[in-house]
């Protein structure tokens, strides 16, 4: 029996349609510009600052600028003062570069239909169903996992959004003040896809356990295992500081929190806490 190499496999897999989709041609889509332009183009859109641009397509400065310099030599775009602050710079597509940009639409789109057209209909739906999987799973591959301070902006951010969505899926609403207080957290986990946090979980230590606080993930990151993640990196941090004890309450509105904590192997307990929102409270030895 013939043993694939996954990665041998993978690698196959992304030459093939590399050349495939004319990432390599200096002429993408019969055109006079290479494929990393155009996606620029594609990105720039209705205008966007270089800062995001910049986090969008992993780019360091210098090539990003090297880009912008190439498009602008062309009379494509013009990089200028972001619209609502100054100090950030903004690229804008010129008349010619809203053109160029459409007539690589229009040819993105016939040469995919082309493709398409020798596939019959239920081939067509296998291959955009294959492709769906496959960007689900590289986005679960690509999220990362990382301790940060729980004062950063990072941590803030998902503070804000983990408290902003309770306040609407209580019946009591939420209040913001129960949320835990910068420097009292053992660890704070955030999850980051594509350089932007889309999770996060903390850690109180206590003297014979660990607790849990704020599991939340972003709306347009569930589905991919996250909260799983977060919560097994979260108890391999307790355990690693010598505790072998996990406790967190919760709430009875959060059925998905209450699912993965019992098939996390959690048991439920009486509640122990003083927070009004925590009306069920579970436990699990590490």
């Known amino acids: 029996m013939t043993v694939v190499d996954p990665i041998e496999s993978v690698r196959d897999f992304n030459r ?7 990432a390599l041609d200096d ?5 006079d510009r290479p494929l990393r332009e155009a996606r620029l183009l594609f990105e720039i859109g209705d205008g966007a600052d270089l800062r995001e641009l910049r986090a969008r397509l992993a780019l360091d ?39 160029e940009r459409a007539e690589l639409d229009a040819r993105s789109r016939r040469s995919v239909e082309v493709l398409l057209g020798a596939l019959s209909e239920a081939e067509r739906d296998e291959l955009v169903a294959a492709q769906s999987q496959v960007r689900h799973l590289l986005r679960k591959a690509t999220v990362t996992i990382s301790a940060i301070p729980d004062a950063s902006p990072e941590a803030l951010e998902c503070l804000r959004s983990y408290a902003a969505e309770l306040a609407v899926r209580f019946p009591e ?15 704070f986990l955030v999850a ?17 356990f660990g607790e849990v606080r704020h599991l939340w993930v972003s709306p ?6 996250l909260g799983r993640r977060l919560l097994s990196a979260v108890e391999a941090s307790i355990a690693a500081d010598g505790l072998g004890e ?15 904590y019992l098939s996390s192997g959690y048991r439920e307990i009486p509640p122990y806490g003083t927070s009004p929102y925590d009306r ?4 699990k030895t590490l």
């Open 220 to 225: 347009d990151a569930r589905g991919l295992g």
């Open 61 to 99: 400065s210098g090539y990003l600028s090297r880009l912008l310099q190439a498009l602008q030599k062309d009379g494509l775009v013009t990089v200028g003062a972001h619209p609502g602050d100054g100090r950030l710079r903004f690229a804008r597509l010129t008349a010619l570069g809203v053109r």
């Open 192 to 208: 980051r896809e594509d350089g932007r946090p889309v999770g996060c979980v903390a850690w109180v230590s206590f003297s014979s």
């Open 280 to 283: 069920l409270a579970f436990e």
């Open 246 to 260: 996990v406790r967190l309450g919760t709430h009875p509105a959060l059925s998905e929190a209450i699912a993965l």
């Open 173 to 187: 609403g939420y209040d913001e003040s129960a949320l835990i207080a910068p420097g009292s957290t053992a660890s």
């Open 16 to 22: 093939y349609y590399s050349q495939r989709i004319g």
């Open 27 to 31: 002429h993408y889509l019969g055109q």
